[in-house]
């Protein structure tokens, strides 16, 4: 018990320090109805930022208590959410995933991959972030950003509008 308390002692604190917050929209979504519906779109992610998404949805964040929910397919979305830098394979289907989400919509770049290519910019087989394919309303940095990053950008999303 001594050597164990002396080598916690030794180590210290290793925690990272709190995510920096997610900067605001672009320009203005009128989404807001008090729930969000999203569609994820992987367009070339390494996958490290599905596994914070698959966090996000486990009952400790629990944003469908918040009216935040994945669908299936886009025509039921009011957003789109897409990970990874956009690959040349994905282009096309970002494309068609955009055009087949009804307005108004929020395109939403989550992970330095999707805001600017990240890691992979440059590479051969990657077309860059997302805004290089479609128009892009709100970005969520990091790579790959928290749990609770993601919840606190998707939370304003779905946040009503004030009536006057
Ligand atoms: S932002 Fe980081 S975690 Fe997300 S897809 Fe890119 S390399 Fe992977």
Redesign the pocket.
Known sequence: MHKILLKIFRTGNLTEPLPVPAPPLEKPCSLARGSLSIRHVDAG?????ELELHALNQSIYSPETLGIRFVASPRHADALLV???VTLAMKEALKATAGATPNPRAIIAM????ING???RGSYAVAGGVAEVIAVDGQIP???PAPGQILAFLERLALPEPHP
């Open positions: 992610s390494c996958n490290a930022c990970t990874g830098p992970g330095d991959c999707a990240g890691v992979f990091g790579c790959p």
